[in-house]
């Protein structure tokens, strides 16, 4: 004969293994780069007043985008950095009910701008670097 004391350790055995099988736990970490990485300072490579576009277009290659302007176009350089982790636990049948949720998420870009005058020489620039203060995890 079985002891009520074997009975009810059996009888949390399973119900340990029908909330094991009947949760799921997901871990996901994502990373997301949009566009080229912006390589080289601009205060080494451009010079206003003699760099020209064809400079440009071989240093930094084509930009994200072009605005044209009467007096002159604008070059748009963009490089995203984007990093999310998550993590939940959840009962996924019949009720689909979420019982925990984590989500972190981090996003950076640089940007440069490029002014150009309508002969094409750079008339200006500005730079924005927020990429290395991105984290790892």
């Given amino acids: 004969m079985v002891s009520i004391r074997e009975r009810k350790s059996c009888g949390k055995i399973l119900a340990f293994m029908v909330l094991?099988?009947?949760l799921?736990?997901?871990?996901?970490?994502g990373r997301v780069y949009i566009g080229s990485e912006i390589k080289y300072d601009p205060?080494?490579?451009?010079?206003?007043?003699?760099?020209t576009k064809s400079d440009i277009?071989?240093?930094y290659g084509p930009p994200s985008r072009i605005q044209?302007?009467?007096d002159g176009d604008i070059f748009?350089?963009?490089?995203?950095?984007?990093?999310?982790s998550q993590f939940?636990?959840?009962?996924?049948?019949?009720?689909?009910?979420?019982?925990?949720?984590?989500?972190?998420?981090?996003?950076?870009?640089d940007s440069l701008a490029i002014l150009f005058d309508k002969d094409g020489v750079v008339k200006n620039y500005g730079f924005q670097r927020g990429t290395p203060e991105l984290t790892q995890f």
Avoid: E, M
């Fill in 76 to 84: 748009v350089y963009l490089y995203l950095r984007k990093n999310s």
């Fill in 88 to 109: 939940f636990i959840a009962v996924p049948y019949p009720i689909r009910l979420s019982l925990f949720r984590y989500a972190k998420t981090q996003q950076k870009n």
């Fill in 68 to 70: 044209r302007q009467y």
């Fill in 57 to 59: 277009l071989g240093i």
């Fill in 20 to 22: 094991s099988v009947g």
């Fill in 24 to 29: 799921t736990c997901s871990c996901s970490i």
């Fill in 43 to 51: 205060r080494d490579k451009i010079h206003i007043g003699t760099t």
